[in-house]
């Protein structure tokens, strides 16, 4: 199902607007017109269906359907971050949108290097990010300063988590000896990339939170997943070619050694294995071939005598 959103102050007893944003995106994107039917969301639990009206000055839809509280999330699962790099903590809202998080705590801790300056971007993702995953409750963005402020934003939810690269319990097994909580909201804690200091995590667990770990082994899941899939198009001459003319900076330079270096030395590793192993194949052969015409020498002896 195709699903877009609008602000419930937008929605009256019989039409809908959207704002610049959306419009763009039903209109210009979608390539939806006048008479053609969407469905849409206040991100308050509702489903419209309706037509377009007009798309010009400002997109209107009638809607002739309404149905509300559908699939109401269980529990509310708040994700607390300490501020990271802003590519990662889009990528980081957009897939935890999509996997249910009901509500962001953004804060700065000791070790983050990047402050949280502009919330209005990740509020485009997450909307974004429910119309992908057909949710029809907008998660909610809180920012506070630092983590007392965080402290305080969830001091009312009692199952408390964090991610601690020393903990002793997998978070799976946590979630099995709470299963008399299950119906209880829950908070999950992440540091910084630098991870929290010694008072940081003294505080954490002095607020209750319990450390996890997701597993014994640490995986790289781009190179060990994506990066396979990948690899023949990212070493091709194609898209070499096509990155080079499309302007290859500094940044972009590091980035692509980053990514195919790697692969090329494991390309070049599998050529010397492969080269290795027919050459020993070819020395079998010529041995072969040497041991027959030794052996059809001494036949032709034989035969002479």
Request: include cysteine; charge should be neutral; proline fraction near 5%.
């Amino acid at each position: 199902m195709e699903l877009y959103f609008t602000e419930p102050e937008n929605i009256d007893l019989t039409h809908a607007e959207f704002d610049s944003f959306e419009a763009q995106h039903i209109v210009k994107t979608m390539r939806r017109k006048e008479g053609d039917q969407i469905h849409f969301t206040d991100g308050r639990g509702c489903l419209y269906a309706g037509r377009i009206d007009a798309t010009h000055p400002v997109l209107r839809v009638r809607y002739q359907l309404k149905k509300k509280d559908i699939w109401p999330p269980p529990v509310q699962s708040v994700l607390g971050v300490a501020s990271i790099r802003p590519a990662r903590m889009d990528i980081l809202i957009e897939k935890a949108t999509e996997l249910g998080i009901s509500r962001f705590v953004l804060f700065t801790s000791r070790y983050s290097n990047h402050p949280i300056r502009n919330s209005t971007r990740w509020e485009k993702i997450i909307r974004q990010a429910i119309k992908q995953s057909n949710r029809l409750y907008l998660p909610e963005i809180q920012v506070v300063s630092n983590m007392k402020g965080f402290f305080s934003a969830v001091a009312d939810i009692t199952l408390k988590y964090t991610a601690q690269q020393d903990a002793t319990q997998r978070f799976s097994d946590l979630l099995s000896q709470d299963t008399n909580k299950k119906n209880e909201n829950i908070v999950i804690l992440i540091g910084p990339e630098g991870g929290f200091d010694t008072d940081e995590q003294d505080q954490v667990i002095a607020n209750g939170f319990v450390p996890f770990h997701l597993g014994a082994y640490y995986v790289l899941l781009w190179y060990g997943i994506c990066m396979p899939v990948l690899r023949p198009l990212l070493i091709s001459p194609v898209f070499l070619a096509a990155f080079l003319l499309t302007g290859m900076t500094y940044k972009s330079l590091l980035f692509l050694a980053a990514i195919v270096g790697p692969y090329l030395l494991s390309y070049g590793k599998e050529l010397n294995a492969a080269s290795s192993q027919k050459a020993a194949q070819v020395g079998k052969s010529s041995q072969g071939v040497q041991q027959v015409e030794s052996e059809s020498s001494s036949l032709k002896d034989h035969s002479v005598r």
